[in-house]
T-cell receptor, first 111, second 111 residues
């Protein structure tokens, strides 16, 4: 069966520091991969999605970037975090476009 | 206007009761619909897809009303473990990577 791993679970970072969140999927090949952010009391916002290695689509202009160096690895990065980057970050995978299945999430707090 | 709107609740119901709530969507061309369940500070998990003719999964029944552009979720014989936030998800087509998430409806089942 397929599993998705996302880490770290929680992260506290100062403003202006870099960020790297990792997500890996096991048990499937060539999955579609997604990064979402969920602000408190809000719906999920799609940040990036990828349908293959080095193929990244960005949905929202921001100071975040994503990379997919391997088939089942998806990385969310930032060179300099802003206070507004705080939130709950979720990685997801799918075989076709839907439905999508989520990792445990990373709760990011910027100080 | 938001793409997907939900009554945030909370819906407070006693164990064993029936609870139902709707979600409205703005894009009349939407083709795929889902309900996800999200526990507090956890990742969303797929509860069920919603089909045109309506569908049932145990105590959960989902309905789609295309004319009025809403989907509904009904929970029969509520259990304490049904306490969660239920996210309505809509997408333009079955091939669409971009899912539109509602902010969720919170259900609390009390003993």
């Amino acid at each position: 069966s397929q599993t998705i791993h996302q880490w770290p679970a929680t992260l506290v970072q100062p403003v202006g520091s870099p960020l790297s969140l990792e997500c890996t999927v096991e048990g499937t090949s060539n999955p579609n991969l997604y990064w979402y952010r969920q602000a408190a009391g809000r719906g999920l916002q799609l940040l990036f999605y990828s349908i293959g290695i080095d193929q990244i689509s960005s949905e929202v202009p921001q100071n975040l970037s994503a990379s997919r160096p391997q088939d089942r690895q998806f990385i969310l990065s930032s060179k300099k975090l802003l206070l507004s980057d705080s939130g709950f970050y979720l990685c997801a995978w799918s075989v076709n476009a839907q439905p999508q299945h989520f990792g445990d999430g990373t709760r990011l707090s910027i100080l | 206007r938001k793409e997907v709107e939900q009554d945030p609740g909370p819906f407070n119901v006693p164990e064993g009761a029936t609870v139902a709530f709707n979600c409205t969507y703005s894009n009349s061309a939407s083709q795929s619909f889902f309900w996800y369940r999200q526990d507090c500070r956890k990742e969303p998990k797929l509860l069920m897809s919603v089909y045109s003719s309506g569908n049932e999964d145990g105590r959960f029944t989902a309905q789609l009303n295309r004319a009025s552009q809403y989907i509904s979720l009904l929970i029969r014989d509520s259990k304490l473990s049904d306490s969660a936030t239920y996210l309505c998800v809509v997408t333009a087509s079955s091939n669409d990577y971009k899912l539109s998430f509602g902010a969720g409806t919170t259900v609390t089942v009390r003993a």
